[in-house]
């Protein structure tokens, strides 16, 4: 358990909290700690899907500009081999699905720590942003990468030139967010989505997401050999027979599976 982010477990659902008061911002500590309760949520058999939380005015306000101010090219490059760019990678390699529970501003990094959810719900009162432009620099952390797969180039190089702050509505029209809900219905929102993974079958959930993720960065018949040898995997687990038997016998949907 971090001091600064938390990993916290109900329900075969994992929420991860960050908790570094007023505004959530990324420094090293939180960095590290990202990556263990990734690591943790990752391992643990009883977790089965993910939330990453932060603060009701603030989800996370980007990496601590006072610690890098005056570092070097090469400090930086240094630091990022094992930092904030290495946490948010963490996150995204959780094998299994993710959901970032948006309130308050999501920006700089904060907003990278979203883009590296499998879904984000928004509150109708958030703003979200890329604004490193601003400080003479660019995102650091995956925001020009996950950014531009998302919402396509033309808006992320939008965003990511002027460094302005989105509102939740263009948020979801643009694609950046998958759902906006009142600031206070956030995490219930984001809970409903996880939960309906609880009892779903874990191996073939981890495998869906590989093969989308695997599939995205080589091109199309790579990503169909990807699916292939992920689809043929699965005949040898549990929740295969499982599923495949439950159909034959009662149908669709019925199946409980074991996550094996």
Not at 213 to 230: F, I, K, M, P, Y
Request: hydrophobic share 45%; with cysteine; glycine share 12%.
């Amino acid at each position: 358990m971090g001091e600064l982010v938390r990993l916290e477990v109900a329900g075969a659902i994992g929420t991860i909290r960050l908790d570094r008061p007023p505004m959530n911002a990324l420094n090293k500590q939180i960095e590290r700690e990202l990556k263990e309760v990734a690591a943790e949520a990752a391992e643990r058999s009883d977790v089965r899907a993910v939330i990453v939380s932060g603060g009701e005015k603030v989800f996370a306000a980007g990496a601590d500009i006072k610690q890098m101010a005056d570092m070097s090219a090469g400090d930086m490059l240094d630091k990022e081999q094992d930092g904030l760019s290495a946490a948010m990678t963490a996150i995204s390699r959780i094998p299994k699905p993710t959901v970032a529970a948006i309130t308050g501003y999501a920006l700089g990094g904060g907003l990278e720590l979203a883009l590296a959810c499998d879904r984000r719900v928004l509150g109708d009162n958030a703003k979200v942003g890329q604004p490193e432009i601003l400080l003479g620099v660019i995102p650091g952390a995956g925001g020009t990468q996950r950014l531009a797969r998302l919402v396509g180039p033309s808006k992320a190089k939008d965003l990511i030139y002027t460094g302005r702050f989105v509102g939740a509505q263009e948020a979801l029209e643009m694609g950046l967010v998958d759902e906006v809900v009142p600031a206070d219905e956030v995490l219930p929102a984001a809970q409903r989505w996880v939960e309906q993974f609880s009892g779903g079958a874990a191996r073939a959930l981890a495998a869906a997401k590989a093969a989308i993720d695997g599939g995205l960065e080589v091109d199309l018949d790579s990503g169909l050999r990807l699916e292939t040898q992920a689809f043929a995997a699965l005949f040898a687990t549990e929740d295969q027979k499982i599923g495949m038997r439950s159909f034959i016998e009662n149908g669709p949907g019925k199946a409980e599976f074991t996550g094996r």
